[in-house]
């Protein structure tokens, strides 16, 4: 029972342009949503969170909008840079700390 | 300040062989964690512990153990190899498990291969 799921595997954009990501949940119990990005070889690191009192968060050319109705979030990256090229997992909190998470979005930006 | 740190970054084990993967943080975090990763499958909760002298099970915790003796460590057991426990392990800390401090630092991870 997958309760966080990622449904795009890859995302292929150009350099300067939007990059969104996607993420859907089952649990109406999760009360705060997290979006990690991962090298390869390299461990995830925190991107940007929402807590789910909001709809959305801002963090420079990062956004993050939760839609609870939906169970949906989205990440946003604007503007797209070769740097921003990763792997990105979406996670959800309920209780504890403990995350669950997507299986992940490879993101490629073409300069 | 290393952050979190793990040993080792690869091992290769038999069937059957034990071992046991250490997790370091410095940071002074209450909760850790220990997550396994697998293709197509992101990170899976196997153990966590709120704190020194705690464990509790997460969503994958069979065939695995956990010891908190020490507030900046958290270790990993495989009493028992099998190939199905062949995975990326990764370790994280976060200051406490209440809004902001949802967020996790991870460690770089252990590559672990069962033949």
């Known amino acids: 029972d997958q309760q966080v799921k990622q449904n795009s595997p890859s995302l292929s954009v150009q350099e300067g342009r939007i990059s969104i990501l996607n993420c859907d949940y089952t649990?109406?119990?999760?009360?705060?949503f997290l979006w990690y990005k991962k090298y390869p070889a390299e461990g995830p690191t925190f991107l940007i969170s929402?807590?789910?009192?909001?709809d959305k968060n801002e963090d420079g050319r990062f956004t993050v909008f939760l839609n609870k109705s939906a169970k949906h979030l989205s990440l946003h990256i604007v503007p797209s840079q070769p740097g921003d090229s990763a792997v990105y997992f979406c996670?959800?909190?309920?209780?504890?700390?403990?995350?669950?998470f997507g299986q992940g979005t490879i993101l490629t930006v073409h300069p | 300040n290393a952050g979190v740190t793990q040993t080792p970054k690869f091992r290769v084990l038999k069937t059957g062989q034990s071992m046991t993967l250490l997790c370091a943080q410095d940071?002074?975090?209450?909760?850790m964690y220990w997550y396994r990763q697998d293709p197509g499958m992101g990170l899976r909760l196997i153990h966590y512990?709120?704190?020194?002298?705690?464990?509790a099970k997460g969503e994958v915790p069979d065939g695995y153990n956990v010891s908190r003796l020490k507030k900046q460590n958290f270790l990993l057991g495989l009493e028992s190899a099998a190939p199905s426990q062949t995975s990326v392990y990764f370790c994280?800390?976060?200051?406490?498990?209440?809004?902001?401090?949802?967020?996790?630092?991870f460690g770089p991870g252990t590559r672990l291969t069962v033949t």
């Open positions: 940071m002074n975090h209450e909760y």
């Open positions: 929402i807590s789910s009192i909001k």
């Open positions: 996670a959800a909190s309920g209780g504890y700390g403990k995350l669950t």
């Open positions: 994280a800390s976060a200051r406490t498990g209440q809004g902001r401090s949802y967020e996790q630092y």
């Open positions: 649990n109406s119990m999760f009360d705060y």
């Open positions: 512990s709120v704190g020194e002298g705690t464990t």
